[in-house]
């Protein structure tokens, strides 16, 4: 059997969380925090040899600040998934299309997209469930409610 692999580009928005994972990450990384790593990149010789590096951190790290004063993260990933057929075919079915339709025009709660989409809820969370592990989705707490939010800008499939 021919196994056909496929590249998934995925350009999505970053979550706050994200932020703080990829800041903690680059921490870690550095031995240091992002303020001090500016004063070391500033005063370093090897500036060209730390710039990719400075430039990936200080857009999470002021990505951040802004989210902490504006409320709103406003910054994107490329990322890119090499997968089978199969898995792609769990992923994008025509009622998950239905269900990421009816979030972008609005949704309060998951038994709310149960409603518009003529299915039971079990159901619609398991496939609310695979879109978030792929990132394409968020559920955020709202209440006692979990509210789907959409993440992905732009999705393209190149067969490998």
């Known amino acids: ?11 999505k928005r970053l979550t706050p969380e994200d932020l703080i994972r990829i800041e903690r990450r680059l921490e870690r990384k550095m031995g240091m925090t992002f303020e001090e790593f500016e004063e070391e990149f500033t005063k370093s010789r090897k500036w060209k040899d ?5 430039l990936e951190w200080a857009k999470v790290h002021h990505a ?5 004063e504006e409320g709103e993260v406003d910054l994107i990933q490329k990322r890119v998934l090499n997968i089978s057929i199969n898995e792609l075919l ?11 339709n009816e979030i972008a025009k609005g949704v309060d709660s998951i038994s709310d997209l149960a409603r518009k989409v003529n299915r039971d ?3 619609v969370y398991r496939d609310l469930k695979i879109l978030e592990k792929y990132g394409i989705i968020r559920l955020e707490r709202d209440g006692k409610k979990l509210k789907p939010r959409i993440l992905v800008k732009q999705i393209i499939l190149e067969f490998l």
């Open 90 to 100: 769990k992923i994008i079915t025509m009622k998950k299309i239905e269900i990421l």
């Open 1 to 11: 059997m021919i196994k056909i692999m496929m590249k998934i580009k995925v350009i």
């Open 121 to 123: 809820i079990t159901n």
């Open 50 to 54: 730390l710039l990719r590096l400075y």
């Open 64 to 68: 951040y600040k802004a989210y902490e």
